[in-house]
């Protein structure tokens, strides 16, 4: 308890900090955080121009003139939970600033006065006290707007003071020493918010007139009348001593412990009162709960909250209670963090217009068939026991006002054979996160819903089919299993999309298209697959601000291909080419060509398909040389090679051609040299022909119209082009046109598309290899005869 309140009080504080910081942006503030460093005394090593010192939660013992005396721009100091036991407050003589001690939770028993005006706030709470703290000086400090006080007796006159100050809240903690007090002893007291703390721990149900005439707003705490009934015996005075300020509209009541009977007797009390907001948590009740009726006439209450409640008995009659709660005739009923297991439909009309059961053990069968909620508009039915995703819709069906609900945290599920889907039509937003819910779940959702939280189930995609939701502004579908970006076709007025955390991997980019009302989008957390196909993706939410892209950059990662893992988005860079198929075709395409264009070149330039050719005719050559039965060549033939070439051509056979075969040392039948006169020509040939080795034919076009003819008829007889014959040897001179081959020379138009025959270059570079190429094809050893012949 008491910790509850001082966690309270540092949050005010924390707030006051913040309000002061703002107020002075000149940056002349200095802060001094000491709080819990094991101090026994004030810090002496402050600036100063310090403005705000904590050294709560120390073990100091005294604060003496000398500790704040050169602090005069002190304006706040935080001395609570220390160990004090006195307080002269002359020590904040020259301290004129200072508008904010907190000095509660000390060992305080007295305090010097002194005149001081400028507290706004003075807290002495929790303290050890007698009489209330009070010195006459305070009632100068009319800017006083918080006092915490505490006494373990109460006097009239120690309140006498302060009666003309006007203070906006007072917290009086009362000590374990509590006596009797005379009456109206607050009386003199004027505050709007008045906080009394009775002593923890102790049985004690107080007896105290705690009616203050000024109080908007009361709350009491710590208020333990045990097990018994009697104990309880005091409260209904001090209600009806409340009724006497019709101001009072706020009523709290906190750490309550009594019996059922006498927490029904309060509800009864406080009902037809001026209260409005009659608020009470944490509270234990004993026994069971009497079923009396319950008067619900004359009451101004508009909201009653009831937070955290446990009942020290189990086998309950709990039907009284549900039937008192659900037939209250008040706006808005608040019943959470209990044990209820059931609510009943209200009997009548009930005007009902917020409801909230979070947190309780509710099940289905909650409101079943229930049409008189009918003023409902929002309904929280956060973490129960809701299973049915069915009975949802059906308990739902009547409330026709109902904005909103939220069945968030329950154990909801859903089937494929959704029958009715026939949700309350006014429903606009509808909180169904932290369920077991399936993608089915989009086939059956009220129409007109525009804002749907689905975060938290086991949706793993946006079914194509489903219902149009065109009023559905915002989606909240994070931490599911969702693989892809759901498209707006359906979805025609999503503007906020909330789909962090699922399994999205290769996002669409053509979601940017279909949604062209998005304002933000919160996609983080996913397991990005960084690919080409990304890119459009990651060009798409660059483009957009950063307000609609929310957690942009830092929670966009890749987390595929292990390569970019871990990577920002923003990051993530792919080479133009690798993404690109028709460049990438191109380019491949490009350097092809460029391979084609350079080796045509090169060959053309350096013609090495002809070298190529001249080598393997070469090659081929002397195989078969080293094939040819030697001793039967040398028997019969007298020279290496027959020439025979046409008269236009003798110019080119006598200076190249018969030169360069003599050189070698082989022996050439020319037919003006070795001709025999008196013999035909054909003769001649054909004896030139069988003495030869080889028969060389200078072809060119001069050759093959004059001199070809010749040689038909004894190629015909002696069918020298027989398959293997290899006697022959064609020198191309000049290049021959097909066309130019008369049709009837078969044989010559075979050879010569054949390609047999070896074609006399014109660059002198390529010369050598063609004689040397034309030896090797003639070269054979024929010494013996050409010794004879020498002689
Ligand atoms: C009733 O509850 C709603 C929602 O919890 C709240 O907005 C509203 O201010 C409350 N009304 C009153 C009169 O307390
Ligand atoms: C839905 O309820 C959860 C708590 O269960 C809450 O965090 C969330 O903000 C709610 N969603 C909406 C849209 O209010």
């Not at 709560?56 to 001395?79: A, C, G, P």
């Not at 080419?577 to 070149?601: D, Q, R, W, Y």
């Not at 081959?741 to 044989?747: F, L, M, R, T």
Request: proline share 4%.
């Amino acid at each position: 308890m008491t910790e509850n309140i001082s966690s309270i009080f540092h949050f005010a504080i924390i707030i006051i900090l913040i309000v002061v910081r703002i107020q002075l942006s000149d940056g002349n503030e200095f802060f001094v955080n000491r709080s819990k460093t094991g101090l026994f005394h004030f810090p002496k090593d402050l600036s100063l121009k310090t403005t705000v010192i904590d050294i709560s939660q120390n073990s100091l013992s005294e604060l003496q003139i000398s500790d704040v005396l050169s602090l005069t721009k002190l304006r706040i100091l935080i001395i609570s939970h220390n160990r004090i036991q006195y307080l002269d407050f002359s020590v904040f003589k020259y301290n004129q600033e200072l508008e904010h001690l907190d000095i509660s939770h000390n060992e305080l028993w007295k305090i010097s006065c002194y005149p001081t005006v400028n507290f706004q706030y003075l807290d002495l709470s929790f303290n050890a006290f007698h009489a209330l703290p009070i010195c006459k000086e305070f009632g100068n400090m009319s800017q006083l707007k918080f006092l915490g006080l505490s006494a373990t007796r109460l006097q009239k006159s120690s309140v006498q003071p302060i009666a003309n100050l006007n203070i906006s809240k007072v917290l009086l903690v009362l000590g374990d020493l509590y006596e009797e007090e005379e009456p109206e002893v607050l009386r003199d007291l004027h505050t709007e918010s008045l906080h009394i703390v009775f002593p923890p721990g102790m049985e004690f149900c107080f007896a105290l007139d705690v009616s203050v005439s000024t109080a908007v707003s009361l709350e009491l705490s710590n208020i333990n009348c045990g097990p018994d009934d009697n104990r309880y015996s005091n409260f209904p005075n001090v209600l009806s001593k409340l009724q006497k300020n019709p101001r009072l509209s706020n009523f709290t009541l906190n750490n309550i412990e009594m019996t059922w009977t006498s927490f029904i007797r309060i509800l009864q009390l406080v009902w037809p009162s001026n209260i409005q907001y009659f608020s009470i948590s944490n509270v234990k009740l004993w026994s069971k709960p009497s079923c009396e009726e319950f008067n619900y006439s004359n009451t101004s209450i508009k909201t009653l909250s009831i937070h955290q409640l446990v009942s020290y008995v189990f086998s309950l009659r709990q039907d009284c209670i549900y039937k008192i709660l659900s037939n209250m005739n008040i706006q808005n009923l608040s019943v959470s963090g209990t044990h209820m297991i059931h609510m009943l439909c209200p009997l009548q009309m009930s005007p009902f217009l917020h409801l909230d059961f979070s947190n309780n053990l509710l099940t289905d069968t909650i409101f079943e068939d229930c049409g008189s909620l009918t003023e409902l508009k929002t309904f929280n039915l956060q973490k129960n026991q809701l299973k049915e995703f069915a009975s949802l819709i059906h308990m739902t069906k009547k409330m026709n006002s109902l904005q909103q609900l939220d069945v968030s945290q329950n154990l909801l599920t859903n089937n494929e054979h959704e029958g009715d889907c026939s949700w309350t039509e006014s429903l606009l937003t509808l909180n169904m996160s932290s369920n077991a819910l399936t993608d089915s779940v989009f086939r059956c959702l009220p129409l007109k819903v525009k804002v749907l939280d689905l975060h938290n189930n086991r949706l793993t995609t946006i079914p194509k089919d489903i219902t149009h939701l065109e009023a559905l502004q915002e989606l909240n579908v994070a931490f599911n299993s969702l693989v892809d970006l759901p498209g707006c076709g359906t979805f025609s007025s999503l503007s906020v999309l909330i789909i962090e955390h699922n399994s999205v991997s290769h996002p669409s980019a053509q979601f940017f298209q279909s949604c062209q009302q998005i304002t933000s989008i919160k996609a983080g957390s996913n397991p990005f697959l960084c690919t080409c196909e990304l890119r459009d993706f990651i060009k798409s939410l660059g483009q957009l601000s950063s307000e609609v892209v929310e957690g942009w950059p830092d929670s966009y990662k890749c987390a595929y291909p292990e390569s970019y893992k871990g990577i920002l988005l923003r990051d993530f860079q792919l080479p133009q080419l690798s993404c690109n198929l028709a460049l990438l075709l191109a380019t491949i395409g490009a350097t092809l060509l460029l391979v084609v264009a350079s080796v045509t070149f090169f060959c053309i330039r350096l013609d090495v398909p002809w070298y190529l050719r001249m080598v393997c005719q070469w090659t081929q050559a002397r195989y078969r040389a080293r094939h040819i039965p030697l001793e039967e060549l040398q028997r019969t033939l007298e020279f290496h090679a027959f020439i025979s070439y046409s008269g236009h051509d003798s110019a080119w056979v006598k200076s190249e051609l018969v030169p360069n075969l003599e050189k070698a040392g082989l022996q050439l039948c020319l037919h003006e040299r070795n001709f025999v006169p008196g013999k035909s020509i054909v003769e001649n040939i054909i004896d030139c022909i069988e003495k030869s080795y080889k028969s060389i034919f200078v072809l060119s076009p001069h050759f093959v119209q004059s001199e070809w003819c010749h040689y038909e008829l004894y190629f015909a007889h002696h069918n020298l082009f027989h398959e293997g014959a290899n006697n022959l040897i064609l020198i191309l001179l000049e290049p021959i046109p097909q066309y130019s081959i008369p049709n009837s020379y078969h044989k010559l138009k075979s050879l010569m598309a054949r390609r047999t025959y070896l074609e006399w270059p014109k660059e002198k570079t390529k010369h050598v290899l063609f004689w040397a190429n034309l030896r090797a094809v003639i070269n054979v050893k024929l010494t013996e005869q050409t010794k004879e012949t020498d002689q």
